[in-house]
């Protein structure tokens, strides 16, 4: 899909400034007399600074961008972030994208797991089976949550979906790497390496993931 929030999915789907400087340059020639002299310079005056006033205030709204609201993106890898649980029920995954970046959204039963996002170099390996995965992109990050499964307690999963491919602009695949032994781990795939915004969000609890374009 084309547009995502993070309650939605695709298929089942699921931080610049400018500046300006503006010259003003007027000039008058020809012959008068003091009189005339006296009477066009007030108005010529008047409209120079009116004029210049204008365009300094246009210049000043187009050059400030509204700051995004989500907050910035970061380059610096490993990613971490704490628990708020002992231990945390996934129960969804979602992908989508937006006008900028692409997003990823865990959804869990309630609470946050402790979470690492890192780099990634292939081979790619499922954890426990060490069974190679074939992941397509040309970058690649693995998200590792720990005390998070998808498995409930009573063993049933809570969704099967774990392999996604939608070809966003910069998520082209995204792919389980392994729910064992309360270790749920992820593998992104990109089309090239990028930025990455985290989010924690509540009501539900999800771990949302924006990926810059």
Known sequence: MNS?????????????????????????????GA??????????????????ESASASASTVATPSPDPLGAFACDF???????????????????????????VFEFEEGIPAFTLDRATPPLVEDASGRELDVAGNAFW????????????????????????????????????????AVSTWYFGLDSDSCIRVLRLDDPSRLVFDIQH
Do not use: W
């Open 4 to 32: 995502a929030h993070p309650n939605h999915h695709s298929g089942r789907l699921v931080p610049a400034v400018g500046a300006s400087a503006l010259i003003l340059l007027l000039a008058a020639c020809g012959r008068a």
């Open 35 to 52: 009189g005339d002299a006296t009477t066009s310079a007030s108005p010529s005056a008047s409209a120079t600074t009116s004029a210049s």
């Open 78 to 104: 490993p990613v971490t972030g704490t628990a708020t649980v002992t231990r945390a029920q996934l129960v969804d995954v979602r992908v989508g994208t937006h006008a900028g970046y692409d997003r990823v």
């Open 142 to 181: 693995a998200l590792v949550m720990r005390e998070a499964s998808r498995v409930r307690m009573d063993g049933t999963p809570a969704f099967t979906d774990t392999d996604f491919t939608p070809n966003f602009p910069k998520l082209t695949e995204l792919v389980e790497g392994g729910d064992f032994e």
